[in-house]
């Protein structure tokens, strides 16, 4: 198998010039690219969301005013090519996704991984649980994406959750707003699943300590762009009002890191709009701030 090497500035996330700072046999961090889109059911376009955030981070103030420093120079992040999805679609492209994350974490690198559809986590969570006991998977989403199936199809982007759930996993969700009958049957009669929906969010006042209770030691996040309000997320595929909200996402996501072990995240469902840059800097400005949460927790 070939040696893994990192893109060089003009590719790099956040446009690193020094090669210290991204050289991958050194790096504690990863980016790691999956442009895999195949299932899409309304607004097509994911497949260009990782490439999209990454040129964006490029625009990123390096200076973390929050945290008050330099956040890459802690340590080493390294980007890596995209992931080819030629003749690789559903079981195969997670398979796919499986074996190349699982390489990372051999190399015990702590994976950041940008995606296209939400798909792709089925892949991830694969390889974390492998390796992880007890791990809980954290979902910022509109959807609940618990259909057992959607247009016949196991793995959909509609169905990711569900796949997680059939592994016996513990999930949290957050800012649901958007689902069919069958997966809301689902969550009632679930042990495993903890749906924090929009209206939950806006009511209650404990939603974030509650939320993190439901959580294992170890968890798995997973950012759907379109967990996110559509007045600061406008590229999705799928947008749905009553979204969160920068500064409570933050605020929430500061407190699981701070107490629970978070081994890895994705950010998923970016699909980049002509004319607006907006959603994909603040997802490439969120995947930085949460590697500086993560540095300084």
């Keep these: 198998m070939a040696a893994l090497k990192s893109l060089s500035t003009k590719d790099n996330f956040l446009g690193i010039e020094e090669?210290?700072?991204?050289?991958?046999?050194?790096?504690?961090?990863?980016?790691?690219?999956?442009?895999?889109?195949?299932?899409?059911?309304?607004?097509?376009?994911?497949?260009?969301?990782?490439?999209?955030?990454?040129?964006?981070?490029q625009f990123v103030e390096l200076y973390d005013e929050e945290l008050g420093i330099e956040t890459f120079r802690k340590f080493v992040i390294s980007t890596l090519p995209p992931l080819d999805f030629k003749n690789k679609v559903d079981a195969k492209a997670v398979d796919y996704i499986e074996q190349e994350t699982t390489r990372l974490l051999n190399?015990?690198?702590?994976?950041?991984?940008?995606?296209?559809?939400?798909?792709?986590?089925?892949?991830?969570?694969?390889?974390?649980?492998?390796k992880y006991k007890n791990l809980s998977v954290l979902?910022?989403?509109?959807?609940?994406?618990?259909?057992?199936?959607?247009?016949?199809?196991?793995?959909?982007?509609?169905?990711?959750?569900?796949r997680v759930h059939d592994m016996g996993l513990n999930?949290?969700?957050?800012?649901?707003?958007?689902?069919?009958?069958?997966?809301?049957?689902?969550?009632?009669k679930s042990?495993?699943?903890?749906?924090?929906?929009?209206?939950?969010?806006?009511?209650?006042?404990?939603?974030?300590?509650?939320?993190?209770?439901?959580?294992?030691?170890?968890?798995?996040?997973?950012?759907?762009?379109?967990?996110?309000?559509?007045?600061?997320?406008?590229?999705?595929?799928?947008?749905?009002?009553?979204?969160?909200?920068?500064?409570?996402?933050?605020?929430?996501?500061?407190?699981v890191i701070k107490t629970k072990?978070?081994?890895g995240f994705d950010i998923v469902e970016c699909a980049p709009m002509k004319g607006t840059i907006l959603s994909e800097y603040t997802l490439a400005k969120l995947a930085y701030r949460l590697i500086g949460y993560l540095e300084t927790k």
């Design 107 to 130: 190399d015990k690198k702590y994976v950041v991984s940008l995606g296209a559809e939400h798909t792709v986590t089925y892949g991830f969570v694969k390889a974390y649980a492998a």
């Design 139 to 162: 979902q910022i989403d509109a959807h609940s994406d618990l259909r057992d199936t959607y247009h016949n199809n196991k793995f959909s982007h509609a169905s990711v959750m569900h």
């Design 171 to 188: 999930l949290v969700q957050i800012g649901i707003r958007a689902q069919c009958i069958e997966e809301a049957e689902l969550i009632k």
């Design 19 to 57: 090669k210290k700072y991204y050289d991958y046999s050194s790096s504690k961090y990863v980016i790691q690219q999956v442009p895999y889109e195949h299932t899409s059911s309304y607004l097509a376009g994911s497949a260009k969301g990782p490439g999209a955030m990454v040129k964006a981070s």
């Design 261 to 263: 072990n978070v081994v």
């Design 191 to 255: 042990k495993n699943i903890h749906t924090y929906y929009a209206h939950d969010v806006r009511s209650n006042k404990n939603w974030m300590k509650n939320a993190v209770k439901d959580l294992t030691e170890n968890v798995y996040l997973t950012i759907d762009a379109d967990g996110f309000d559509p007045s600061i997320m406008p590229a999705v595929g799928t947008a749905e009002p009553r979204g969160l909200f920068w500064e409570e996402t933050l605020t929430f996501l500061k407190k």
